[in-house]
């Protein structure tokens, strides 16, 4: 039993071998249905809605300020699909903690692990969404983990099949910055600015390889 927390890190039942149990199903715009059987949880999409958002497979996990992470996951689908992963303040202003990354999913299981540095308050119920509306193709998701980083861990590179540098977030209802930061937690620069309220928007397109962080700042 220790192993296995060990493993998972910060989130709770990772391994799904209590089925789904501190695991909560959200379908705002759609529907579709989520069973777990030997430690593999499978998502039929009944009704895929107009957007990502609209169909979320979510847990809480806890956050510290200043802290590195590593997330990582096993997946696959029915069919070539992509597949969005936040983690985020949960509340109206879904504050991204993590920049969504934009997946591609394929009919094999592969590997999917990246870093990333929290750069606001600790939060103890940060939310992991998976966010899979849009999208008719059935998919399944196991092995699921968040660690923090170690020495080892610092020049980690991304693995699968990920839409690096990319996906969209909500912007807060104060003024923000994204800004961009190497893999080590180094400020690279600012990317953008609004004053808040603006709704989704979509991260841009780089080459360079980072993290790209909503920052509240005050005027």
Request: proline residues 3%; contains cysteine.
């Amino acid at each position: 039993m220790k192993e296995t927390a060990k493993k998972q890190g910060l989130v709770k039942n990772g391994d799904f071998s209590k089925g789904l149990e501190g695991w909560q199903s959200e379908n705002w715009h759609g529907n579709f249905v989520a069973k777990a059987q030997k430690k593999v949880v499978s998502f039929e999409i009944q009704e895929p809605g107009r957007d990502s958002w609209s169909l979320q497979f979510c847990t809480d996990v806890s956050l510290k300020e200043g802290k590195s992470y590593v997330f990582a996951m096993k997946a696959k689908a029915l069919s070539p699909r992509t597949l969005n992963v936040n983690i985020k303040k949960n509340s109206k202003k879904y504050l991204p903690y993590a920049n969504g990354r934009i997946i591609d999913l394929s009919t094999d299981w592969q590997d999917y692990c990246w870093q990333f540095t929290m750069k606001e308050d600790d939060d103890a119920e940060a939310l992991l969404s998976f966010d899979m509306g849009g999208n008719s193709a059935g998919w399944s998701l196991k092995d699921v983990s968040l660690k923090i980083a170690t020495g080892d861990d610092l020049e980690l590179s991304y693995r699968g099949r990920i839409q690096k540098n990319s996906g969209y977030f909500n912007s807060p209802n104060e003024p923000w910055e994204l800004r961009f930061y190497s893999l080590c937690g180094k400020l690279l620069k600012v990317l953008d600015k609004g004053k808040g309220g603006e709704g989704m928007r979509a991260y841009p397109r780089i080459d360079q390889s980072g993290v790209m962080v909503v920052k509240e700042v005050k005027e």
